[in-house]
């Protein structure tokens, strides 16, 4: 029987994780998770890419927490489960210029490009 067993990851456990792609790419490391303070949802995942990854320079890209493997075989390590050209062409920011204002277009735009449905917990 091959079970999968999943435990919770803490932000600075993330944050010193290396994220590869599926093909064993270095990519960068997350930055930070953003929370969506009217849900307690994961908004999104923020990506520094390292400078020598597709010459991409040290660009942050936001992320769905679902394009994510958070569960490999070594603890150290991340998966992206992106495409490098997808990756390549994704709309990203610069450390001094993070995205602000209402994040909802903003939220629904980066799981929209990366292909994942926005998970949304009931408001009463």
């Known amino acids: 029987m091959n079970t ?12 010193n994780c290396t994220v590869k792609t599926i093909s064993d790419e270095t ?7 953003m929370l969506d303070t009217e849900t307690g949802e994961i908004a999104y995942v923020v990506l520094s890419v390292d400078s020598g990854f597709l010459n991409l320079g040290s660009k942050l890209l936001a992320l ?8 490999g075989h ?26 602000v204002g209402p994040q909802h277009q903003f939220i629904n735009d980066v799981h929209t490009y990366y292909g994942f449905d926005r998970r949304r917990a009931l408001i009463e």
């Not at 769905?64 to 569960?71: Q, V």
């Not at 603890?75 to 001094?96: C, H, M, Q, Y």
């Open 64 to 71: 769905p927490w679902e394009a994510f493997d958070f569960h």
């Open 74 to 99: 070594q603890r150290d390590i991340i998966t992206v489960k992106v495409s490098k050209e997808k990756l390549e062409n994704a709309p990203g920011f610069d450390d001094d210029a993070w995205p």
């Open 4 to 15: 999968q067993y999943y435990f919770p990851i803490s932000s600075s456990t993330a944050a």
């Open 27 to 33: 990519v960068g490391s997350i930055k930070d998770i």
